[in-house]
């Protein structure tokens, strides 16, 4: 599933996701930016780029002049890799990491930890073989070296996404992979701002 997809089924089964809409012109762009707000996200979406910041693929404009620009560059790029565009209210917060994987070994695995690009640089994760109780999916937040930097943030909304996550472990889902990164997270809550999930076929 691309971006889209997998923020539907997300939102399907009870996780919060950032307000988006799918961008076909200048003019959706523009009528997003205006619904949502400056600071606005754009970024591309396609299943060839999974890493978007790594190729430039996601920007925060905050004025109209700074959208035309945003949307004609990262158009060029969508087009090349035969992608769309996505805009996205934009969500101050710190970037975190969900993710859930089938093993042939373990079954399901559930993987929390620092999001973004620091996800490959750092690998600060925090990981549980499921089922496990909801004690020890509270845990988890503590157990990441980077733990200080959640000091400020909402832990009953990020404690609620593990379990909404936990709970997607089911071989009726088929699951093979599911990767939340960034969760946004602040003070206030906890929202997917962009998430692909890969299912047996």
Do not use: W
Not at 92 to 103: C, Q
Not at 165 to 189: Q, R, S, T, Y
């Amino acid at each position: 599933m691309n971006e889209p997809q997998t923020e539907i089924f997300l939102e399907k089964k009870g996780l919060p996701v950032v307000q988006r809409a799918l961008i076909k012109s200048k003019a959706s762009a523009e009528a997003a930016a205006k619904k949502f707000g400056f600071p606005f996200v754009l970024k591309i979406i396609s299943t060839a780029a999974l890493h978007k910041s790594a190729i430039g693929g996601v920007e925060i404009v905050y004025s109209h002049q700074e959208l035309e620009q945003a949307y004609s560059r990262l158009k060029g790029i969508s087009e090349k890799i035969n992608g769309g565009l996505l805009g996205q209210r934009f969500v101050k917060g710190k970037e975190l990491l969900v993710g859930l994987k089938a093993d042939q070994t373990f079954g399901y695995t559930i993987i929390f930890g620092l999001g973004g690009v620091l996800t490959e640089q750092l690998k600060d994760v925090s990981i549980r073989i499921l089922p496990v109780s909801a004690a020890e999916l509270a845990k988890m937040p503590t157990e990441i070296k980077s733990k200080e930097m959640l000091k400020n943030c909402n832990m009953k909304a990020i404690i609620a996404v593990l379990k909404k996550v936990a709970g997607l472990a089911k071989p009726n889902f088929k699951i093979l992979e599911l990767d939340i990164n960034p969760l946004i997270v602040n003070e206030k809550k906890a929202v997917v701002a962009d998430a692909r999930a890969i299912f047996k076929e």
